[in-house]
């Protein structure tokens, strides 16, 4: 592809482009260091670096058009470069690369999953259901990006544009109908998702996360609504009633609505819901339809996330005994509730809840099955929200009988600094401090008695642990597994 044509992405006319600056374009990029000959190299200005500061060391690596940001739009040439001036650098690089990529999600249904907690199982759901019903599903999220049976590892829940086109690219050539995206607010924020056709989007909830990125809780709110304010009136918009915002997006959106729920009246409702401890049962109320849900996944906020699936593939004119089947033969998805198998009487899960709310869910799901005790492994990340650690300190001592604070990801900040933080929101004498994390894996397996309950918490299917000045292999479903099978643990 040429620049006048690939410009047309920019609302610009390809005769503003002179002869002498017209090129074969062979990539696009953000990073000056990934830029090679015929690139087209977009300056942003990010959190802690300006592009422009790297504008001639794109052009020494061979980069021939540059992109900058201007109050007002201009094109010019400039020796062995064409300058473009844009308004906005982030939308622009994500509309180029959807131009460079030839608009690929046109071919495939993209569904985005938004909201604080429930992503990426719904995610898992749908990609099950969707299969089992014949269809050919790709997922991109936190966990991994998966399509025609490659597995991609995840370095962010919704990738730069720039990836993000190129995998879309691929999932094209590998004929997938469907794409189940999680799309996080730091994505909607930063317009990666620019240049995307949404086929449908599904809101789950709205708790307090990523506020030392966003101003405040409405700015947080604003970011995942401009996903349904963007929906065309033939896309679909599926929202969690029962949630104040999930009700206010359906004030915001052009799309067809279906509302999903448990207290409110909604078009897919759960009624009847036994908890066990090895099921979920519940009637799903669909319009005229009741399924019988037998679900290995337990929890009230895993019923939510049955119905937020169950609500996108009833779209799909799936038979509803192939959805009720494919709900019940579901089994599981990496750190999300996950079992360590026990032989010694007590039950330990894995789970990735790093928000007062994920916490609250999680260990309510789990008093609702009747343990004896709940043991809480958990801390906070480090260089993200501090406001949410005394919060998360206070939900886990309210709810669970016993408690260890310890390192999650510190990243650049001392362990023992984000644990004071956490204990500022502690008012009983329920938990003690192990910094180090294994140890602290190590001391709740020790501790735990016959019909107890030990949450690790934090890190979910992540086998990585970030500190200042290294990442250390760390996985703690295998910590626990080894402490399991030692006779000192």
Known sequence: MYLKDLVKALGISPYQIQ?????????????SKAVKRGFVFVAIKGTHQNGESFIEEAVSRGAKAIIVHSSWFMVHGM???VIIKVKDTRRAL????????????KDIKVIGVTGTNGKTTITYLVEHILSEAGFNPAVMGTVNYRFGGKVLPSY???????????????????????????????????????????????FTNLTQDHLDYHKNFQDYFSCKAKLFKELDPRSLAITNIDDPYGKKLLKLTKAKKITYGIKARADFKAEDIEFGFAHTNFKLVAPNKVLHIKSRLIGIHNVYNILAGAAFVSSRKIDFQVIEEALNNFRYVPGRLERVNSSNGFSVFVDYAHTEDALKNVICALRQIGPRRIIVVFGCGGDRDKTKRPKMGRVVSSLADFSIITSDNPRSENPLSIIKDIRRGITKNNYSVIADRAEAIKKSLKIARKGDMVLIAGKGHENYQVFKDKTVVFDDKEVAKRCLKSTNY
């Open 156 to 202: 962010n829940t919704t990738p730069g544009p720039v990836e993000l086109q190129s995998l879309l690219a691929q999932m094209r050539d590998n004929k997938v109908d469907y794409l189940i995206m999680e799309v996080s607010s730091h994505a909607l924020s930063q317009s990666r998702t620019e240049g995307i056709k949404f086929n449908s989007a599904i």
């Open 19 to 31: 002869p002498e600056d017209n090129f074969l374009i062979s990539g696009i990029t953000s990073n």
């Open 79 to 81: 020796g062995n470069r």
């Open 94 to 105: 994500a509309n180029l690369a959807a131009k460079f990529y030839n608009q690929p999600s």
